[in-house]
């Protein structure tokens, strides 16, 4: 019986992390339905609170600040899940990164921010319409929309370690070409304005850097 008292304790902190998982989860769902039906600027922290249910010092507790709400929620829409893994870091690019076809990899890469841009873009309107009018997010953004380049410079790199690019093509324009072509802006004009599929955005995505890109 010595051990009865640890697995209890193991299983009470297993499912209290759960319970605050699926706390933080409904939170930022809330915020998310409020952030698009009212603006960043007319959400509050007692709607968002309402809105999922919970105290508003549940919401504080979690994330602080309002701007701290829309960071994290970006950050989980981008990432999927909670995992403290760096976008880069993760499976998909890393296998990307193994690839040794220069074309695979473009499919990959294709697929995979496809899938990001699915769950992310929405969330990045939301906060570009607040940077215009919240300098604390429109830092927030800038600083994240670096990120995002220096990930795609990563990427470029991938693909030069396995042949040559376009002919006249450095490795930083074609960052700078990725970071524009792969962009939420240009998911949202053609998935939201001109509603396009999910596939059909993919696919584009996919040609349209394999053209641009490789030799």
Avoid: C
Avoid at 63 to 88: M, T
Avoid at 162 to 175: F, M, S, Y
Avoid at 188 to 193: E, F, P, V, W
């Amino acid at each position: 019986m010595a051990n009865v008292k640890p697995l209890r304790r193991a299983y009470e902190s297993t499912l209290r992390s759960e319970q605050a998982r699926q706390t933080r989860a409904r939170i930022l769902d809330a915020a998310q339905r409020l952030f698009s039906e009212r603006g960043y600027g007319g959400t509050t922290m007692e709607a968002i609170a309402g809105g999922a249910g919970v105290a508003t010092d549940t919401v504080y507790a979690s994330f602080r600040s309002k701007p701290g709400v829309l960071h994290a929620l970006l950050d989980i829409r981008v990432a999927g899940d909670e995992a403290p893994i760096g976008i880069i870091a993760r499976e998909g690019p890393q296998a990307v990164r193994r690839e040794r076809s220069q074309r695979r990899q473009v499919a990959g890469f294709a697929t995979g921010v496809a899938e990001i841009l699915e769950r992310a873009r929405p969330v990045d309107d939301i906060m570009r319409g607040a940077a215009a009018v919240d300098p604390e997010i429109a830092a927030l953004r800038a600083r994240m929309q670096q990120g995002r380049h220096d990930n795609m410079r990563q990427f470029v790199g991938w693909l030069a370690a396995n042949g040559p690019l376009r002919k006249g093509l450095t490795e930083d324009d074609a960052a700078d070409i990725v970071w524009a072509v792969a962009s939420p802006e240009m998911h949202g004009l053609l998935r939201a304005r001109r509603g396009w599929a999910p596939e059909r955005y993919r696919d584009w995505l996919e040609a349209t850097l394999a053209r641009t890109l490789l030799a």
